[in-house]
């Protein structure tokens, strides 16, 4: 399974736009990138997934270079209530799947 | 009300002491898993089972059991060999040949020993 590196924490402000960058150099060609957020004390929740280019859904972005070495989630205008632990996963999700989880990133958005 | 369960949200338990977490779903997933989250951490893979009466190893299994009788329930038991148990667990569904790897998680087991 190929290894992810993320920023350990990120500060923003309100209102601001974040972009989380997570690398994943061993990427394999049946991989597929996904976002997930954490809430203290909650379980994990999907944000978005990705194989190339840009995905784009109602809570964020995910930009994808032609490479696929790394990836960007793009959170747009945050609010206090994104202060969360963001992970980036990659994996195949066609049979013997397992999931491999980092430290994640820390988001801290203040007023 | 459809989804995951867990319970009990939390448990205290005296060293020595072998205990059961329970995790059900009325999804229809194959795929059910146990991750293990120490304070700061990411979350570390116990076990997963892909399919009824199989399941496999994680990346941290020693001193953890599982069983997989009913396609609806994942419960983990906590042994004694388990050295450091006191964390939070978490129980996920999802993933397998027919999905495209989002998982969804319960609400969490934390189990402290005292």
């Known amino acids: 399974l190929a290894k992810t590196t993320q920023p350990i924490s990120m500060d923003s402000y309100e209102g601001q736009e974040v972009n989380i960058t997570c690398s994943h150099n061993?990427?394999?060609?049946?991989?597929?990138i996904t976002w997930y957020q954490q809430f203290p004390s909650q379980g994990p929740r999907f944000i978005i997934q990705?194989?190339?280019t840009k995905v784009t859904n109602e809570v964020a972005s995910l930009f994808i270079p032609a490479d696929r070495k790394s990836s960007t989630l793009s959170l747009p205008r945050v609010s206090l209530s994104d202060t969360a632990v963001y992970y980036c996963?990659?994996?195949?999700?066609?049979?013997?799947?397992?999931?491999?989880f980092g430290a994640g990133t820390r988001l801290f958005v203040k007023a | 009300d459809g989804g995951i369960t867990q319970s009990p949200k939390y448990l205290f338990r005296k060293e020595g002491q072998n205990v059961t977490l329970s995790c059900e779903q009325n999804?229809?997933?194959?795929?059910m898993y146990w991750y293990r989250q120490d304070p700061g951490q990411g979350l570390r893979l116990i076990y997963y089972?892909?399919?009824?009466?199989?399941?496999q190893k994680g990346d941290i299994a020693e001193g953890y059991s599982v069983s997989r009788e009913k396609k609806e329930s994942f419960p983990l038991t906590v042994t004694s060999a388990q050295k450091n148990p006191t964390a939070f667990y978490l129980c996920?569904?999802?993933?397998?040949?027919?999905?495209?790897?989002?998982?969804?998680f319960g609400e969490g087991s934390r189990l402290t020993v005292l």
């Open positions: 996963l990659v994996g195949d999700w066609s049979g013997g799947f397992k999931t491999i």
């Open positions: 061993n990427i394999a060609t049946n991989d597929y």
């Open positions: 990705g194989y190339k």
């Open positions: 999804l229809n997933h194959d795929a």
């Open positions: 089972s892909q399919i009824v009466n199989d399941f």
């Open positions: 996920a569904i999802g993933g397998g040949l027919s999905n495209t790897g989002e998982l969804f």
